[in-house]
């Protein structure tokens, strides 16, 4: 069953702690994407990557960091120098980059407490 | 960086009427996809339209793309309730590898 898979549904953090996002898909597209939703906006995006070992910083890119060791797996860390870090992250994959469909994941709902 | 506008923000039907929502954008395109959201969950993919294409249908949806306007805009015809989401254009252009979203259309319709 194809498909782009995140886990946790749900993540509780306290301040100050990093925490790791997993993205796994099995869909064996070169392009992935992180991005992140407050309530009622938006989507923004925080980095992606075109290739294995490569990746380029998005538009929101303080206080994340990310790793493309292997094709499938594109984890992103919410590192304690992120000032708001509770929100909706979604990460995306597509096998032509921007000229072709990307798929979702259902999404990480983060909240530090 | 290249980022599509929705408008309107919000939208109110009742069941069986049309739904139109307009995306605009400010630079040359290669291509513009729209996508749909429902509440809490992943952005699904509806339809991509190229630069040099003016209109495509999938079922029910109806896009259009006009280049010279730079906008294109999502119709859905005879709404249903399960239609009710969020909906996104991305515009992409040039040689930028980025996709990028708006701030999309809330689609509210009304049993």
């Known amino acids: 069953d194809g498909g782009i898979t995140q886990s946790p549904k749900y993540l509780f953090r306290k301040e100050g702690q990093n925490v790791t996002l997993s993205c796994e898909q099995n869909?064996?597209?070169?392009?992935m994407y992180w991005y992140r939703q407050d309530p009622g906006q938006g989507l923004r995006l925080i980095y992606y990557s075109q290739i294995v070992n490569d990746f380029q910083k998005g538009d929101i890119a303080e206080g994340y960091s990310v790793s493309r060791e292997k094709k499938e797996s594109f984890p992103l860390t919410v590192t304690s120098a992120q000032k708001n870090p509770t929100a909706f992250y979604l990460c995306?994959?597509?096998?032509?980059?921007?000229?072709?469909?990307?798929?979702f994941g259902q999404g990480t709902r983060l909240t530090v407490v | 960086s290249q980022q599509g506008e929705e408008d309107p923000q919000a939208l109110s039907i009742q069941e069986g009427e049309n739904a139109t929502m307009n995306c605009s954008y400010k630079?040359?395109?290669?291509?513009l996809q729209w996508y749909r959201q429902n509440s809490g969950r992943g952005l699904v993919h509806l339809i991509l339209i190229r630069s040099n294409e003016r209109e495509k249908h999938s079922g029910r949806l109806r896009v259009t793309l006009d280049t010279s306007k730079k906008s294109s805009s999502l119709l859905i015809t005879a709404s249903r309730a399960a239609d009710t989401a969020s909906y996104f254009c991305?515009?992409?252009?040039?040689?930028?590898?980025?996709?990028?979203f708006g701030t999309g259309t809330l689609l509210a319709v009304q049993p």
């Open positions: 995306a994959s597509s096998s032509g980059g921007v000229r072709t469909e990307a798929f």
């Open positions: 991305a515009p992409s252009g040039g040689a930028t590898n980025k996709l990028i």
């Open positions: 630079t040359s395109i290669n291509n």
């Open positions: 869909l064996n597209h070169d392009a």
